[in-house]
């Protein structure tokens, strides 16, 4: 059996092996795919298709805040769960954002 710095260096020896290989036949690959794009008029879309990467995010039109935290600040616009610093007040007018 062979020996971790054996098998390391033969490792190493692979990679740059298939490093050499790579680089050869990438040029050769590059110019038939460039052929061919021109041969048959392919466009971008058509080859990566239309959404390429992450949907961008649109503006959200959220609902405005309706209740303020006179300490940190912080908002909700009172859907959903209500935060803690609201959470155990028997009259949250005072947490109001008066327009």
């Known amino acids: 059996m062979a020996t971790y710095q054996e ?24 110019a038939d795919i460039r052929a061919k794009v021109a041969d048959y008029g392919f466009t971008e879309q058509d080859i990566f298709g239309r959404g390429r990467g992450r949907p961008r995010k649109t503006a959200e039109s959220g609902v405005p805040a309706k209740y303020r935290d006179p300490k940190t600040g912080a908002t909700w ?23």
């Open 7 to 30: 098998l390391k260096a033969q490792m190493a020896e692979l990679e740059a092996q298939a490093a050499a290989a790579r680089a050869a036949e990438f040029q050769e690959v590059l």
């Open 77 to 99: 616009s009172g859907r959903g769960r209500a935060p803690n610093w609201i959470k155990d007040a028997k009259n949250r007018d005072r947490f109001l954002i008066r327009s």
